[in-house]
């Protein structure tokens, strides 16, 4: 039941709405038959009371009739019913709007976080990527956007991985190593995370390969744009 801020805003208070309610659960219980539907008010105005747009002093003079119109009780239940179902949706779809929006709001503040100028940490977040074994990167996976100054990289690994030793290295177009480094990942908030040192500030701004392992396993690599 809506709380009686909500109603007064809509011309109905809880004591009203007590009222209507005990009106149409009168008319339920008696069941009152109008196949002719003498006196019936019409569909448009039970949406309205349904759906609490019309002012109570209006729906004052058919609260009678609601009472001891069985159809009538049966047509209001029916449109409440379908305003019940409307609001629901549109709840859902608010709540999915403000998850894509706040996507939308995380993915852009990691970008501009990454390709800012001054940045000294880079996130990079594999945690929803594909494990690509060997040396070719998945090509349906957008490539990694990194700023080259960051000094430090904390990457997010894939889920499942495991704390441990890794090994990382970059590789350019041409098969060498720029970076080759490692680190100790650790496992918090269900986030397995790995923090590196590199040194790319003099490295030119095209695609690389970033190449993760497990020490001692194969090599899993993912496209880099360096920035």
Same mark, same amino acid.
């Given at each position: 039941?809506?709380?009686?801020?909500?109603?007064?805003?809509?011309?109905?208070?809880?004591?009203?709405?007590? %009222?209507?309610?005990?009106?149409?659960?009168?008319?339920?219980?008696?069941?009152?038959?109008?196949?002719?539907?003498?006196?019936?008010?019409?569909?448009?105005?039970?949406?309205?009371?349904?759906?609490?747009?019309?002012?109570?002093?209006?729906?004052?003079?058919?609260?009678?009739?609601?009472?001891?119109?069985?159809?009538?009780?049966?047509?209001?239940?029916?449109? %409440?019913?379908?305003?019940?179902?409307? %609001?629901?949706?549109?709840?859902?779809?608010?709540?999915?709007?403000?998850?894509?929006?706040?996507?939308?709001?995380?993915?852009?503040?990691?970008?501009?976080?990454?390709?800012?100028?001054?940045?000294?940490?880079?996130?990079?977040?594999?945690?929803? %990527?594909?494990?690509?074994?060997?040396?070719?990167?998945?090509?349906?996976?957008?490539?990694?956007?990194?700023?080259?100054?960051?000094?430090?990289?904390?990457?997010?690994?894939?889920?499942?991985?495991?704390?441990?030793?890794?090994?990382?290295?970059?590789?350019?177009?041409?098969?060498?190593?720029?970076?080759?480094?490692?680190?100790?990942?650790?496992?918090?908030?269900?986030?397995?995370?790995?923090?590196?040192?590199?040194?790319?500030?003099?490295?030119?701004?095209?695609?690389?390969?970033?190449?993760?392992?497990?020490?001692?396993?194969?090599?899993?690599?993912?496209?880099?744009?360096?920035?």
């Amino acid at each position: 039941m809506p709380r009686e801020a909500d109603l007064n805003a809509k011309g109905y208070s809880e004591k009203a709405e007590k %009222r209507i309610m005990n009106a149409l659960g009168r008319g339920l219980l008696k069941e009152f038959p109008n196949p002719e539907r003498i006196g019936c008010p019409g569909s448009e105005v039970l949406k309205r009371i349904a759906s609490r747009t019309m002012p109570l002093a209006e729906a004052e003079k058919w609260l009678d009739h609601l009472g001891s119109c069985s159809p009538c009780y049966s047509d209001l239940s029916q449109f %409440r019913k379908v305003q019940e179902i409307r %609001r629901q949706r549109t709840l859902l779809a608010v709540a999915a709007s403000i998850l894509i929006v706040a996507s939308i709001a995380g993915w852009a503040l990691l970008r501009r976080h990454n390709e800012a100028p001054d940045a000294q940490v880079a996130v990079l977040d594999l945690r929803n %990527r594909s494990v690509a074994r060997g040396t070719e990167p998945n090509p349906e996976e957008p490539p990694l956007d990194v700023n080259r100054f960051a000094k430090q990289w904390n990457i997010f690994l894939p889920l499942g991985s495991s704390e441990g030793s890794y090994d990382v290295r970059i590789v350019a177009p041409s098969g060498d190593s720029l970076v080759a480094t490692s680190g100790t990942a650790t496992l918090a908030d269900h986030i397995t995370s790995l923090l590196v040192s590199v040194s790319l500030s003099s490295a030119r701004p095209e695609k690389y390969l970033l190449q993760i392992r497990k020490a001692g396993s194969d090599w899993n690599s993912y496209a880099l744009v360096l920035r």
